[in-house]
């Protein structure tokens, strides 16, 4: 009697490993080549499965590629860790924990920032649902930008002259493009020194005091 849920458990095991799979290849063929470029059969042959396999697991392309935003959007938030209210910390020292893990993570993931661009860019005027599902995640990073820099407005480590909400969405949009401009001139323009020019450029209207430089930290 064991038998028959030991072997369903390893089914099921082995259908979300299969999926995890999907996801994976997914992300990274739909950063390269976008989503309208990228058919089914792609995917297929990326992740040698049979097409029957895979819609399977995903009926639709879209179903896979909201599955597939979903997925990044938790990575993200697991690697960021996204703090809080906490208005016990300084913003300074809560935009410079920020600005370490997001320079790590897309220094070892450039993908990830390069496949919401790309959705981003494509489905704003080609897939309501998907540009939903992209905006929703992305509005999240936003959002805890711009609490931060009301947060450092009020504690006068910020300029009170700076919309906190276009800044926010300023330095999240200057980082999706920086990506995508340094996958083109990959060949010739590292990006380590463009991340850091990028952050630069875009904190220096913010900050209010001299010697912050959240960048530094995330230099090695």
Known sequence: MAREPAQRELKQERAARTRMDILEAAIHLFARRGFLATTMADLSRAIRMTPGALYWHFPTKEDLLL???????????????LPG?????????QFQAICERTHLLLREHREYGIFFAMLAAEAADSNDQVAEAIRDKLALYATTLERLIRHGQQMGEFRQDVDALAAAHSLLGGLLGMLVHQNLFRASVDYDPL???????????????TGFDCVNASQS
């Open 67 to 81: 599955a597939a935003i979903e997925e990044l959007h938790q990575r993200c938030l697991r690697a960021f860790q």
């Open 85 to 93: 209210d906490d208005r016990e910390l300084p913003a300074r020292e």
């Open 195 to 209: 991340y850091r020019a990028v952050m630069r450029i875009h904190l220096a209207g913010l900050v209010q005091a």
